[in-house]
Each structure stands twice: as structure tokens, then as C-alpha cells.
């Protein structure tokens, strides 16, 4: 056939209409080609047939002579499509396939694709068989060109195809290589959507399951399996997203795979689950989500698939190992650099820190918590890595058993493994070493040292700083408990009371030297958790289990034998230093009266030593703390009570009277300060406007007698980054108030309170910012503008605000505070060297800004400029003179 008639023939027919196809219109297509011989394989009176296999000759041919050319014919190279016919020739297979391929199939499988042909056609099955394995054939052929096989628009011809050779084989056709080259997507979303056909064959439907399963097997199928299940309707409330991940998850990780399925799934999943974690969409996170939950199954399995276990547990503490067991030990040498362990604890903490049913075992992270505790001591507290260190350590040890936490505990605390628990430890050469750019860093091999340096490290008081900066009430609650129970036991005595007998006189002292050590950190960790406010709270709550300890305690001390009775007498004179004001507290408790009947008991025996006797007899027979007293007896206690209540209408009625007892100075009242300062802030928290105000009035009359320190923690809260932003802008809105009450006297404060205003205007939250800035000004507009030292800080703090933040509001107020600043303060002119900086910034400003209100706020300091410099420039006569020559009379 020549190219220019099957050209005639492609661009007649894809200017038809699917709907209006008929047979005449097809007919009079093929009319420049009608003289040309067709290969049939017999004689047919059906018209339509014989215009399909016209058609399926058209595509063929056109594929090999028009459409497709060889840059260099004589050789094997790129096949390149003339661009020209491809548009027409591409909508001319999508209409041929209409009424060969579609027509054809089996009915179960004709909604498979879209077609909106109007022609129908009935045979008998055996025909129809016959016909269809011709027209697969002929599009076989067409798909030969790699080009077409892998274009988009051709999806449904792809898809019919793919159900013709199915229906016509039955059997899997992905092991034998007989498809054409498609692409992996489309040959994902066909197979699914002719798998997912209503009535097709069982035999049909395993061979569908077996080629699906082949493609996810295959380098790359995993990521595309879960792309093509997600890009579905997420709107379908019987799919959505999570639903269809665990689909994925149970199809992957069921039993009955091969070894070679597995380990490419696996290597799959990791490097999906690297991408998604890296990314910063909603569609990665789902991705991400999917990955954990294949990778949780994959830990479910039994022992049997272990290898997969290890090479889960191998990929995410991969640097964590590294750490441990460096393989180079040259001084210098790098073992992390800062990007990969920040990748790897995204990573684990994606994965780990879930809730218990979206995550991975937790479990795997107890063998690694020697080297969390110890990187949060090497790393600096600012940086990223130490909130995903945090997040780990907490949520490994809220999910542990109580014996398991126990384990653990005693673990860190006698600074030795047991079991999983401390089976990997930071290398001890392995240092922190900072690059020259601050945010950057690197863990290196330093120089060798003595290994009885790191026998003294202790990480017990690194995890008791991490609970208390967490929020976990209740693991800080068991962790409490679980170390009084040891300090009690004598856990950190080892096995026996006294020194290993074989032990030289070094050995000796070292091992009471690390014994003492034990004591000290346990005794200073229990401290720290009873004075965390937190936990303070809710011991008073909940006091009966450590009652009941400390009853078995003070009874196994009465009855113990001579020897351990000096060391029973040590550790409850520790106890009782650290719960006497507990004790005093709830003494009117019945089950109180148990203990303090034992520690009278315990008084009057000869071990108990007259230290310990001085504070049985301050515990029981001192005056009583208890919160059930009546409070109405002094003023100032019964004010404190109120504001410490939770009613708001309380809190206000407390603050009101703690001001009148402030005014009247009261001496009670007067020595109580820093606990009403403390209170005040405290207060700054709650929701309610009025009780807000009220506070911010008792801290404004605290200046009276506490100014210093008012203003001080005032600053300290404002710059603390662990605080919410909320009460940080309520902290600024109070230390703005309480300046306005010291008026000139804060002079003595200039230089904290801008330094403090100054580094919020650095702030990464936009509101806070602008909050910053707004105090700035007031600060400045209280002191009567007297921050001559702070002018040019002042200045070039608010051009980097105006030329960088893409946040209006912050714009607004820096060009504002300028505004003013050009305005009130005196001198002006001392700062010659700046000012034309400043009027060339305004100018640009001006000149560039899109915002009106900048541009307005900007000419007003250029205002404010202009005439300062007119008033120095302009020089009355007799000013002139007495500048020259003194008064004049």
C-alpha cells in the first residue's frame, strides 16, 4: 500500500466520532485503498468483519512504513515517530479497537475499557474466538513499536489487549515474556481492572493473581502497586486510603511467597519508604504509612522468615551500628556525617512513633536506648535530632511491661547488659566534631583513651531529664516507682552486701567506688523526679503505691538481720529526706498511721541511728502540713489557696486579695514573694481573659517588692522556646505592662528588654514576630527613645524584616518602629553615618514595595528624617552664636 493512501484513510477516520460510526462511514474511509489485495483467511459476507481486517492491515502497515523511522537505517538505532501522523494515528487505534478488540471479548470482560461504539455484532462462540485471536495478533503487531506500547492515550487499547490475550490463553503470560514491552503502570491497572471484572472464570482469575503477584515481585512493582491502588476515587467512603494499604500489606507479606519475592518486596519497600519520608506531601505520607504497615506484617511472621526480621531491624538502625562498632578506628576518620543520622531518625521516627497499631515493634528499639541516651549528651540541645531522640526513647519505654522496664532501668543504672537491653553502646572514641558551619556536624574516631573512663558514665539521669521533658504522666509515675523499689532492694549493691572476697585491694576500691556512684545517681534521680511539678501533682493524687512500698520497706528494715542494719538505716534516712514533706502532707491519712507506727517502732530499736531518730521525731510528732487545716487562719495562705485553684473566679479573687495584701505590705505576704511570682506566671496561662489580666496586674504590683526578679523570669519565659506561643505572647504583653509601670526607672532594664525583643523578631512564627516588633516600639516609646547604643542594631534588624519576611503584618510594624524611632529619639544627627543608609533604604522601599501601607508608613519616616536634618541644617543666628562664642547678654 503507498503512504499517502493509508495516510487518506488514517486522517478520514480519526475525524470520526465514536457515536456516529457506522458502516458506510467506515467503507467510504477505505475507499483509496479499496483496489489493494487484504489478506483474509476466507471468504466473509459480513461486512464488518472484512472492514475490521481492512482497518487492522491499515495500522499495521502505517506502523511499519509511515509512521515509525530509523535515524540510521543501516544500523540499529532509536526508533523516532513522525510527529506529524502521530495525533491522527493514535485516535484511529482507539477507534479501530472499538470494533475489533472490544467488540470481541468475552462479555464478562467488556467493561473493562471505555468504548462508546454503537456497533454490536452476535456469533457464535467459536467465531468469536477465532475472530478475536486474529485482531490480537494484528495488535500484537502494532505494539511491536516500543514507542506506541509505552504512549499514555493509548491506555484502553492496552488494556482491551491485555483481556483478549488473558481470555484467549488462561494461563499466566508474564513468565514466558509473550507481552508486548508495556509499562509497568499499565500493566498494573489493566491487570487490576480485568481481575476485578464480575464473573470472570476462576482459572482466569489465579492466572490474573499469579502475573500481578510476578509484577510486584519485580525491581520497582512494589512502589507501583501502591501508586496505582491509591490514584483511585479517595472520595469512595468503601476505600479509602488506609483500607487499601492494609490490602496491599496482607497481599505482600502473606505466607506462601518466595524467598526472592520477599527480599524484593523488602528492598522495595525500604527504598519507597526512603523517598516518601523525604518528601513533604500528604500523598507521601499515605505512601509512608503503607510502607510501616507492610513492614509491621513482615515482623508479625514466624520464626521461619527471621531473615526478613534482620534485615528490617539491619536498614533502620543501620547508623546506630556504626556507632557502636566503627569499622575504621583511625583518629579522623568519619563514622556519621550529620545528613545521614538526621535521615535515619526521621526515618525511625516516622516508623516508631505512631500509635501502637500504625507503627513498627517497639521492641526493636530497646537494644539501641544506651546509644539514644548517649547521642543526646553529644548533640546539641537546638538541633532536629534531639526531638526525634526524645520521641523514640519515650515511646520505647511506654510500651514496655513493667519487668521489662525494670530490666532496662537496672540496666542503665548498673551500667551493664542485660539481655537486649544495652547490647549495643556508643562506640567510646566516638566524638561530636563541629564544621565550621554551625548546623553542620559530624560523629568522628577520636583519639584513643582509657576504658576506665566510660566505666563511670551513667545514662540513668539522661533518661530521667527525657521523661521529665516529656508528657507522659503516668511512665514518669512507673519509672518513679520502679527506682524506689531498687534504692529499697538494694539493687545497686550487686549480688551480695559486701566486696567480692578474691578482689585485690584496687579492684576493691573501684567496686565500692562504682557502688557508691550507683547510690548517688539513683538517689539524685528519685530526687529530681519528686521535685518535677508534674509528677508532684500526681503523687499527691495517688499515694497508695508508694505507701505500700515504703510499709514493705520499714518493715523489712525491722526485721532484717545486724549486718544489712546500717545499710537499711542509710537508705531510710535518704527515703525519708525525700518524702517528709510528702508524708507531713497527707499524715492525716489512715494508712498513714501504719508507717508512722513502724518509724516509732523502727526509732526505738538499736540499728537506727540519731540522725535518722531526729527525723522520725520531725515526721511524727512536728506540726502538721495537711491540705484538710484551716486555711482562713492567715490572709496570705488563704490568697494563695485561692489562686492556686482551678476556678478562674477563684484565681481572680486570690489575685485581688494578694493586691491588697501587696499595697498594705503585709510581712507575710512580703516573704511569700517569689511563690506569688511563681503563681503569677502560672496563672498566665489559663484561657479565661480576666483571670489573665489579673495576673498580669499581681505581677506589675510584685515589681514593688521584686523587680529584679520580676523582670528577669519575665524575660527568661519569654525567651524560652519550650514554651507555646500563646502564653509567650501573653509573657511579652505583661513585661510590656510591667515597664510601663516602672517608666524611667526600667533604664536599668534597657539593655535585656531589647535584646530579648530583639531575638524574637527572629522568630520563626510570623505572630510572634510581629508581637516582638510591637514591643520593641512600646519598649522604646517607655524609655523616651533613649537606645542610642541599640540605633544601628535597631536598623538593620528591621531592613532584614522588611527585605526577607514574606509576612505583611511583620513588615508593617518593623517599618513602623522605625517611623517612630526616627521620630522620638534626640540626637539623631549623632548618627550621621547611618542615615543616609536609611534614607536610601526608605527610598527603595518606597520606590518598590506592593504594599500601600508600607509605602505610606515608609514616606513618614523619610518625613520624619527630612526634618530632623532641615532643624540641624537650618541654625537660628543666635543659637549659631552661643554655639560659637558661649551665652550672649
Known amino acids: 500500500m503507498e503512504i499517502k493512501a493509508l495516510r487518506e484513510v488514517i486522517t478520514s477516520t480519526a475525524n470520526l466520532k465514536p457515536k456516529d460510526i457506522t458502516l458506510p462511514k467506515l467503507e467510504k ?41 530509523k535515524q540510521n537505517p543501516t544500523a540499529e538505532s532509536d526508533e523516532v515517530i513522525n510527529l506529524h501522523d502521530q495525533a491522527q494515528y493514535l485516535t484511529t487505534i482507539d477507534l479501530v479497537r472499538q ?27 467459536q467465531e468469536r474466538v477465532r475472530r478475536l485471536t486474529y485482531c490480537t495478533a494484528q495488535f500484537g503487531r502494532v505494539f511491536e513499536t516500543k514507542l506506541l506500547a509505552l504512549h499514555p492515550r493509548l491506555a484502553d487499547t492496552v488494556t482491551d489487549f491485555l483481556a483478549a490475550s488473558y481470555s484467549l490463553a488462561k494461563t499466566t503470560l508474564m513468565q514466558n515474556n509473550s507481552l508486548p514491552a ?29 502475573d500481578l503477584l510476578h509484577l510486584t515481585g519485580e525491581p520497582g512493582g512494589f512502589p507501583v502497586l501502591c501508586r496505582i491502588l491509591l490514584s483511585g476515587d479517595q472520595t469512595s467512603e468503601s476505600a479509602p486510603s488506609w483500607r487499601k494499604g492494609e490490602v496491599i500489606a496482607k497481599i505482600v507479606s502473606s505466607k506462601g511467597h518466595t524467598k526472592k519475592f520477599y527480599r524484593q518486596v523488602l528492598s522495595d519497600c525500604f527504598e519507597f519508604y526512603h523517598w516518601a519520608v523525604q518528601q513533604d506531601t500528604q500523598e507521601a505520607v499515605t505512601y509512608a504509612t503503607i510502607c510501616i504497615e507492610c513492614l509491621k506484617r513482615f515482623m508479625q511472621l514466624p520464626a521461619p522468615y527471621r531473615e526478613l526480621h534482620a534485615r528490617i531491624d539491619q536498614y533502620f538502625f ?12 583511625v583518629a579522623g576518620c568519619v563514622v556519621q556525617e550529620r545528613l545521614g543520622l538526621l535521615s535515619n531518625l526521621l526515618e525511625c521516627n516516622m516508623a516508631f512513633t505512631g500509635s501502637t497499631v500504625s507503627s513498627l515493634p517497639s521492641f526493636l528499639l530497646v537494644p539501641y536506648l544506651p546509644i539514644c541516651l548517649k547521642l543526646l549528651t553529644m548533640l546539641p540541645p537546638a538541633c532536629e535530632e534531639h526531638t526525634y531522640l526524645h520521641n523514640l526513647i519515650v515511646f520505647c519505654l511506654s510500651n514496655r511491661t513493667k519487668q521489662e522496664l525494670t530490666t532496662i532501668l537496672n540496666s542503665l543504672l548498673l551500667n551493664r547488659t542485660e539481655g537486649d537491653v544495652g547490647k549495643y553502646q556508643l562506640h567510646p572514641r566516638v566524638i561530636y566534631k563541629c564544621s565550621e558551619n554551625d548546623t553542620n556536624y559530624s560523629l568522628q574516631i577520636g583519639p584513643a583513651t ?23 504522666n503516668l511512665l514518669l509515675y512507673d519509672v518513679f516507682l520502679t527506682l524506689l523499689s531498687e534504692l529499697l532492694a538494694g539493687t545497686w549493691t550487686g549480688s551480695s552486701h559486701e566486696p567480692e572476697p578474691l578482689l585485690d585491694g584496687v579492684e576493691r576500691d573501684t567496686l565500692l567506688c562504682n557502688r ?6 539513683l538517689i539524685q534521680s528519685l530526687m529530681d523526679l519528686i521535685s518535677h511539678k508534674h509528677f508532684h501533682s500526681q503523687l499527691y493524687d495517688n499515694p497508695k503505691e508508694v505507701l505500700t512500698i515504703l510499709t514493705a520497706s520499714l518493715t523489712k528494715a525491722i526485721d532484717t538481720t545486724e549486718c544489712s542494719a546500717r545499710q537499711n538505716s542509710d537508705i531510710l534516712e535518704v527515703v525519708l529526706s525525700i518524702f517528709q514533706e510528702f508524708l507531713q502532707c497527707i499524715r492525716n491519712r489512715y494508712d498513714v498511721a501504719d508507717i508512722l507506727k513502724l518509724l516509732l517502732r ?27 487545716d484551716d486555711l482562713s487562719e492567715s490572709p496570705c495562705l488563704n490568697a494563695l489557696s485561692l489562686c492556686s485553684d482551678q476556678q478562674p473566679y477563684c484565681k481572680v479573687y486570690g489575685t485581688t486579695l494578694l493586691l491588697k495584701l501587696l499595697k498594705e505590705r503585709d510581712p507575710e505576704t512580703i516573704a511569700q514573694r517569689l511563690k506569688i511570682l511563681i503563681l503569677a506566671l502560672v496563672n498566665l496561662r489559663d484561657e479565661e481573659s480576666y483571670a489573665f489580666l489579673n495576673s498580669v496586674r499581681l505581677l506589675v504590683a510584685l515589681c514593688d517588692v521584686l523587680e529584679a526578679e520580676v523582670v528577669d523570669e519575665l524575660v527568661k519565659e519569654y525567651l524560652n522556646e519550650s514554651n507555646e506561643i500563646d502564653y509567650r505572647l501573653k509573657i511579652g504583653e505583661a513585661t510590656v505592662k510591667t515597664v510601663e509601670t516602672l517608666g524611667p526607672f526600667a533604664v536599668r532594664y534597657r539593655d535585656t528588654l531589647l535584646n530579648c525583643f530583639l531575638t524574637g523578631t527572629r522568630n520563626a512564627v510570623d505572630e510572634f514576630r510581629t508581637s516582638s516588633l510591637s514591643n520593641v516600639g512600646s519598649v522604646c516609646r517607655i524609655l523616651s527613645y533613649q537606645v542610642h547604643h541599640f540605633f544601628y542594631e535597631l536598623f538593620t534588624g528591621i531592613k532584614s524584616i522588611v527585605e526577607t519576611d514574606n509576612y505583611l503584618p511583620a513588615k508593617r510594624a518593623a517599618i513602623l518602629v522605625l517611623s517612630q524611632l526616627l521620630e522620638g529619639i534626640d540626637g539623631l544627627m549623632d548618627f550621621q553615618e547611618y542615615l543616609l543608609l536609611i534614607y536610601r533604604f526608605l527610598k527603595h522601599v518606597i520606590a518598590t514595595d506592593k504594599d500601600d501601607v508600607t509605602k505610606l508608613q515608609a514616606a513618614v519616616a523619610l518625613e520624619h528624617l527630612k526634618a530632623k536634618t532641615k532643624d540641624f541644617l537650618q541654625i537660628n543666628p543666635d543659637e549659631l552664636e552661643r554655639r560659637m562664642f558661649g551665652r550672649v547678654i
Not at 99 to 125: I, N
Not at 318 to 329: G, I, T, Y
Not at 516 to 521: E, I, N, P, R, W
Not at 602 to 628: F, M, W
Request: proline residues 6%.
Open 29 to 69: 474511509c477505505l475507499q483509496s485503498i479499496q483496489s489493494c489485495p487484504f489478506p483474509t483467511e476466507e471468504p466473509s459476507t459480513d461486512i464488518l468483519w472484512k472492514v475490521a481486517v481492512q482497518y487492522c492491515a491499515v495500522l499495521t502497515e502505517f506502523a511499519v512504513q509511515g509512521l515509525v523511522e
Open 99 to 125: 470494533f475489533t478488540l472490544h467488540l470481541y471479548l468475552p462479555r464478562e470482560l467488556r467493561g473493562v475499557s471505555k468504548c462508546e461504539a454503537q456497533l454490536m455484532v452476535k456469533l457464535e462462540e
Open 182 to 210: 508495556f509499562p509497568r503502570e499499565h500493566m498494573f491497572r489493566s491487570l487490576l481492572v480485568i481481575k476485578g471484572s464480575p464473573g470472570l472464570p476462576l482459572e482466569l482469575a489465579k492466572a490474573l493473581h499469579n
Open 318 to 329: 543501620r547508623s546506630f551500628r556504626e556507632l557502636a562498632a566503627p569499622q575504621e578506628l
Open 450 to 472: 582509657s576504658d576506665q573512663e566510660s566505666d563511670t558514665e551513667n545514662l540513668l539521669p539522661i533518661l530521667v531529664d527525657v521523661l521529665k521533658a516529656s508528657n507522659r
Open 516 to 521: 557508691f556512684h550507683q547510690k548517688y545517681t
Open 602 to 628: 523502727y526509732r526505738n530499736s538499736a540499728s537506727c541511728s540519731d540522725a535518722l531518730k531526729v527525723q522520725i521525731d520531725l515526721l511524727c510528732h512536728g506540726p502538721s502540713t495537711s491540705e484538710h
